[in-house]
């Protein structure tokens, strides 16, 4: 039987603050994957975007993390990395997705080498990498419908950028009955180029909890029970992060990558 | 906090409950919110009465499991509980005698597990002996005599209960005057839905309509037992969908199948059973 490809998953985000709805995408993809046979799903990866991002009512990324860290407590596969949120600036995604790709493989190095010393090769399951040792991890980049439409956002993403993204790494797209990923790709040509990478998986049990819904209505003295973990609620409860001022942070600010953007053309004179 | 001027609320959700999801949970937050919202009425309770087997809905596995999958899924509630009366009887019941058993039961202390509790109100209007209510969570109040400080039992359901009053011989249609007139009801619905139109469309509802609470839903969340159930029979996750608990249980048990969702089929539904031969009479 051929060998499963390890997969990674990265979901990159605001995650201000983390629903039910940014775990299901975890596990909507991670079903769709196994069930193509050609994977094997071996982690997620949930990454707080850093403060630096300037999206308005961005709340600290050490809550975000904090409240990332809660909702994946009783999750066996994913996690919440926070090296994204502790660079000094905003990086860009595709920065995020090779940087854990290069720490996936030197993992994977230094258990092949592990391997090698042993005297014999335990039997493991399946999940485990040890007996896949022949095949390299791929990893991929987990997201929304909304996201893609993000490509064709004037200025925000690099041209260069969204070719590695889709083309060395990947694309796992859930999208909600009603949308339509298939006619983004058609129009935009290096999606189109690269549509045999990007996966799209129909999330037939709509469940939209937007962020921006949950912290209007933590605002408003709202239940959110049940849409968000009992243990992100009680934390949001506890440090009081979503105010009035809170929503109110980085308002009238251009997010950092249209900074950025606008620096490269613009640029000071010194 | 005193609140002399706010009716309090019992909220009731009878169905299936074949499983429980975190949608039928979110149904109680959004009406207790909204009702506060009011500034007319104060939630003191909320209540998951699972039908019985006897209900025979193809795919209704035993009530034991679903009354204990409800259980798990509430116990870190501090207001809304589950009760096993209705799925308890041998045969199956109208929702307006678990209504009426339940608004029996807030006023008087020692509740039977008869079906007596299940007549008819008294007519509203006349004072009640007001006795100590152990089943109320809430600090007790100033008993006064006063009509507000009555308990209402609403019936907590979604927009397609509503209009399942439409379907014939499921409802009876002096049930659904007594519902609406005796007790009220609490409809949470999708932004976008036909509800407001039904209602329109219908003499009864319209008439009644100061009694129905329509609650708008403002997250789109179709997580149906339905498609729980669909996830499952795939090897689909459904973490996230329903508390971990239930789907622990659910996982530990083994309770969804092919098999399971073959149960009852072919079978007619209790209420269409019991109405059309009650027509016959």
């Not at chain 1, 595709?94 to 854990?100: A, D, T």
């Not at chain 1, 796992?172 to 990007?198: M, W, Y």
């Not at chain 1, 506890?238 to 950092?256: A, F, M, P, V, W």
């Not at chain 2, 507000?148 to 397609?160: I, R």
Request: proline share 4%; charged share 25%; with cysteine.
């Amino acid at each position: 039987m051929k060998s499963r490809i390890p997969l990674i998953l990265v979901a990159c985000g605001s995650f201000n603050p983390v629903t039910n709805m940014h775990m299901r995408l975890f596990e909507l993809a991670r079903d769709h994957l196994h069930q193509t046979g050609q994977y094997q799903v071996i982690e997620g990866i949930m990454s707080p975007v850093n403060d630096d991002y300037g999206k308005k009512g961005l709340v600290s990324a050490r809550h975000r993390v904090a409240m990332a860290k809660l909702a994946l407590e009783t999750s066996d596969w994913i996690r919440v990395d926070p090296w994204e949120s502790e660079q000094d600036t905003w990086t860009e995604t595709v920065k995020v997705l090779r940087h854990h790709y290069n720490e996936s493989l030197r993992l994977f190095q230094s258990k092949k080498g592990f391997m090698k010393n042993k005297q014999h090769i335990e039997r493991s399951t399946e999940d485990s990498l040890s007996s896949q040792h022949s095949v390299l991890p791929e990893l991929k980049l987990l997201c929304g419908a909304d996201f893609l439409q993000t490509f064709k956002t004037p200025n925000l993403w690099k041209e260069e950028d969204i070719k590695e993204i889709v083309g060395k790494f990947g694309l796992v797209c859930i999208s909600r009955a009603g949308s339509d990923p298939a006619r983004c790709i058609n129009e935009s040509d290096h999606l189109t180029k690269f549509q045999h990478n990007i996966f799209l998986v129909k999330e037939w049990i709509q469940n939209e909890i937007s962020a921006t819904q949950i912290r209007s209505a933590l605002c408003r003295g709202l239940s959110v029970k049940y849409l968000v973990p009992d243990s992100v609620i009680s934390y949001i409860a506890h440090h009081n992060i979503y105010t009035e001022e809170s929503e109110r942070k980085n308002e009238g600010d251009l997010l950092q990558p249209l900074k950025l953007h606008n620096a490269a053309v613009n640029p000071p004179n010194v | 906090m005193e609140d002399p001027e706010r009716t309090e609320v019992v909220l009731l959700a009878c169905g299936s409950f074949n499983p429980i999801t975190n949608m039928h949970l979110r149904l109680f937050e959004l009406a207790k919110d909204y009702l506060h919202e009011t500034g007319k009425y104060k939630v003191i309770k909320g209540i998951i009465s699972p039908v019985g087997d006897a209900y025979k809905k193809k795919g209704l596995i035993s009530a034991n499991h679903r009354v204990t999958m409800a259980k798990l899924a509430t116990k870190n509630s501090d207001w809304v509980e589950v009760d096993d009366w209705e799925s308890s009887q041998s045969e199956w019941l109208e929702t307006l005698k678990v209504l009426r058993y339940h608004h029996q039961k807030l006023l008087s202390p020692d509740p039977t597990n008869s079906l007596q509790d299940a007549l008819p109100l008294a007519r509203p209007g006349r004072k009640r002996k007001q006795e100590p209510n152990r089943h109320d969570p809430v600090k007790k109040k100033n008993q006064s005599a006063d009509i507000k400080s009555v308990p209402q039992v609403k019936l907590l359901c979604g927009s397609d209960i509503l209009e399942s009053f439409g379907i014939p011989n499921l409802w009876k249609l002096e049930d659904i005057v007594e519902i609406m007139e005796n007790h009220g009801i609490v409809c949470i619905s999708r932004i976008g839905n036909s509800v407001e139109k039904f209602i329109y469309e219908s003499d009864i509802l319209w008439k009644h309509k100061n009694n129905i609470h329509l609650v708008e839903e403002w997250i789109t969340n179709d997580i149906s037992s339905t498609k729980i159930r669909r996830a499952l029979r795939r090897g689909h996750s459904i973490r996230y969908l329903v508390p971990d608990v239930v789907r622990a249980y659910i996982e530990k048990h083994n309770l969804y199948s092919s098999e399971s969702e073959d149960r009852n089929a072919g079978v007619v539904l209790a209420p269409l059973q019991k109405n059309a031969s009650d027509s016959k009479n």
